[in-house]
């Protein structure tokens, strides 16, 4: 065989022993056994139950409005002479402060003319009580020891004719005093000017408003409520019971601002169209300066927080905890059970279970996509508790469930420690 043939059948065997060797190798390789795994089931994060006392916050908004709001309306006419700084367009004044004054020299006559008056009515009477004695004495002596056959021989008709003259002019003279004190025009409280229509020189009439002005002293915040959170806290049904006591929130410049108040009544009625009760809360002092606070003006519209009464012996879970209607779900030993619970309240954030829990259960707060009751499950643990974002390996504080005000960030509860053990 030549060189050359011999360069082109080598290839040719060596490759075709290779594959031969293969085969033979595959051919006598034993598979491995089959082993089937049990599926772990989904990592769900699981907070302990625990009972406690809870005091109940019952929310709403409401808008504020002036306790006291008065139009000033002059009881005399004339030309007005003084106007205060203090009338002005959010302009303040202390209770009896003199706002504006009409021209008194009309009103200063008329009490001098009453007192004319007053002094000729006296004069009468002296006269006709001079006249009278008289008579009497003329009686006596025609008729001695005998009374009057009428009162009209002694004149008395006469003399109590001129006592009622006099009483009426001293009438008409307190109407003229009256009248002059009206042309000096306040109010006997405490207050801001809201608008007014009033200046110098100006000829004003009775009847018509120059002036509206709040009470600032006091402001109320109307609070419309469902009827079923009335019984929450009690709403005071005679003037001067204290009521619960309520906070009152509002924004201003980027800034969350509070006042304390308290519940004073109730209105009488419903509102006609949404069946809702307005409750009122009383503010004192809403325009008094604290620190940097805004005064609390009519019109704004706030957030109202009312304390009311506790629930006592309540299981806290966050809202997200109840399952169609009134269920939960519990991690039981590696497995998810589905219990029905009595919900005593909901709020925004929270549930306050009342029964069918037990001291202890661990409730699963994850979201599921489909559920059944036995499913295999596994609780987390080293990650973070739902409610306070605290790395633990022990169940979180119950107390934590009412002591947060918002809910944590979506980042806090991926993972959860919950029970101790590891993943499994």
């Known amino acids: 065989m030549s060189s050359k043939t011999l360069k082109l059948v080598l290839p040719v065997v060596v490759l075709l022993a290779g594959v031969a060797g293969a085969m033979l190798l595959a051919s006598s390789r034993k598979a491995p056994p089959r082993v089937e795994r049990a599926a772990p089931g989904p990592l769900v994060e699981v907070l302990a139950a625990g009972r406690t006392d809870v005091p109940i916050v019952v929310e709403g908004h409401g808008e504020v409005v002036a306790k006291v709001a008065v139009e000033m309306v002059p009881q005399v006419a004339g030309r007005v002479v003084t106007v205060s700084p203090s009338m002005v367009a959010g302009g303040f004044f202390k209770a009896d402060q003199i706002l ?16 004319a008056a007053v002094a000729r009515a006296e004069v009468q009477l002296e006269r006709e009580q001079a006249e009278a004695e008289v008579a009497r004495e003329e009686w006596e002596e025609l008729h001695p020891g005998e009374a009057p056959s009428s009162g009209l021989v002694v004149r008395e008709p006469q003399v109590r004719q001129a006592q009622a003259e006099v009483e009426a002019a001293k009438a008409d003279l307190s109407v003229a005093r009256l009248n002059l004190e009206r042309t000096r025009v306040s109010v006997p409280f405490d207050g801001v000017v809201v608008s007014e229509s009033v200046d110098l020189g100006q000829f004003v009439t009775t009847g018509r408003a120059l002036a509206t002005v709040y009470g600032t002293d006091t402001v109320e915040v109307r609070v419309p409520l469902e009827s079923k959170e009335l019984a929450w806290f009690t709403v005071p049904t005679r003037s001067g019971d204290r009521g619960p006591r309520a906070e009152v929130s509002s924004s201003f ?57 506790s629930l006592d012996g309540v299981v806290p879970l966050p809202r997200h905890a109840l399952r169609d209607g009134e269920r939960v779900w519990v991690f039981d030993d590696g497995s998810l059970r589905i219990l029905d619970v009595d919900v005593a309240r909901a709020d925004r954030e ?21 559920v059944t009751d036995g499913m295999k499950v596994r609780a987390a643990v080293g990650g973070k508790n739902p409610i306070d974002g605290a790395t633990s390996n022990a169940p979180p504080k119950v107390s934590a469930l009412f002591e947060s005000k918002h809910p944590p960030p979506a980042e806090a509860t991926d993972s959860t420690a919950i029970r101790e053990g590891e993943l499994l």
């Open 100 to 115: 504006f004054v009409i021209e008194p020299r009309d009103y200063e006559l008329g009490v001098e003319r009453a007192l």
């Open 253 to 309: 410049g980027g800034q969350r601002h509070t006042w304390e108040g308290r519940v004073v009544r109730m209105e009488a009625q419903l509102d006609a169209t949404s069946r809702m009760a307005h409750v009122v809360i009383e503010v004192r002092r809403p325009f008094n300066p604290q620190g940097d606070r805004p005064p609390l003006m009519p019109n704004t519209f706030v957030d109202v927080r009312i304390f009311g009464r």
């Open 350 to 370: 929270r549930v306050y279970i009342s029964g069918g829990l037990e001291e202890g259960d661990e409730v699963i707060v994850s979201a599921l996509d489909a």
